[in-house]
Each structure stands twice: as structure tokens, then as C-alpha cells.
């Protein structure tokens, strides 16, 4: 099963437009958000890809239950508070907003946590515990907007990047 990882995408449509065409084209079955939608027409694209989603709350979603409205008007779409356990295909997945919220022992009890926050993508292990951090679909502070692929059967993390001027930051 491969699934879509997104955090910290900031109101950012087109971006969210093309990286669900992406998972789309890659044989993605589920995404799952690691917060900072912002507001509830960010889940536009998400619900137009009729993939399920499932996500957890940033710090900067001020409309939860419209966003949460939103997200039920979707296949599978639903949003949790920050941070949520869930099993995919035998794997038990931790969807944080901000790891620096969960302790050592909670990361460690899972096989793969997946974060936001930072805005930076990540790739790392501890212990036997894969972390993720997709990086920012919005690209606004770095400059490229970023998210991932994750293969939960061989546990590798495909990065994707939008390119180009289209995607780029004044100052950036």
C-alpha cells in the first residue's frame, strides 16, 4: 500500500491540485496530513481526488469544525486532534503535528511517525521507528513545495518537489 504524505500545506490550492495528481498518477490508495491546512478550502483538492484522507490539527487551523465539515463531505475524509495513532496494513503509524509533542516512548511504540511543523522534510530512524516529515506543501518559508510517497510494504519514502518559477518564492 502506498500512501500520500502531506504537512503544513497553508492554503496553497494549486500545490495541494498538483500533489494530488501525483499520488494519483503514483498509485496512491490513502493520504495522510500532518496538519496546517489553515482553512476548511484548503481540503478542496484532497475531496476532489477521492482519496481518503485522514489528518490531525497544526497549530494554524483556526476553523476546526469547518474543517472538519469539510473533510466528512469527502471518501474516508476525517481529521483528528494532534496526535493520532492508526493502523494501515499492519503498520502502526503516529500522525503528529509537532513531534517535539510526543514523547520518546510514544514515537518508539510505533513503526512510522509521520510530522509537520517544521516545515522541512525529514527522513530518519529511531530505534526501529521511521520518521517522516513530508516537508511544506505549501512552499512558502523555503521556497519549493515538498511532500511524499511512503511504500508501507518496503518502507521506502519517494520525496516529491514542485519545480520550476511557477512554484517559487519571491525572496526564496
Known sequence: MRIG???DSHDRVPALVEFTRCFRDAGVAMVLHA???CSPFALAALLESNLPMA???GRNDGDREG???EAARGVGGELYESP??????GARILLVYDIADVSERSITAHDI???G????QEQRICGTTLIINPGEACGWMHGTPTAAILDLE??????LALEGTRWRQAGS
Request: glycine share 6%; hydrophobic share 40%; proline share 0%.
Open 67 to 69: 474543517l472538519r465539515a
Open 35 to 37: 496538519g496546517d491546512y
Open 55 to 57: 489528518g490531525v490539527f
Open 154 to 159: 518496503t518502507r521506502q519514502v519517494e520525496t
Open 84 to 89: 493520532h495513532s492508526v493502523e494501515l496494513n
Open 5 to 7: 504524505l502531506l504537512a
Open 117 to 120: 511543523c517544521t516545515h522541512q
Open 113 to 115: 511517525v509521520i510530522h
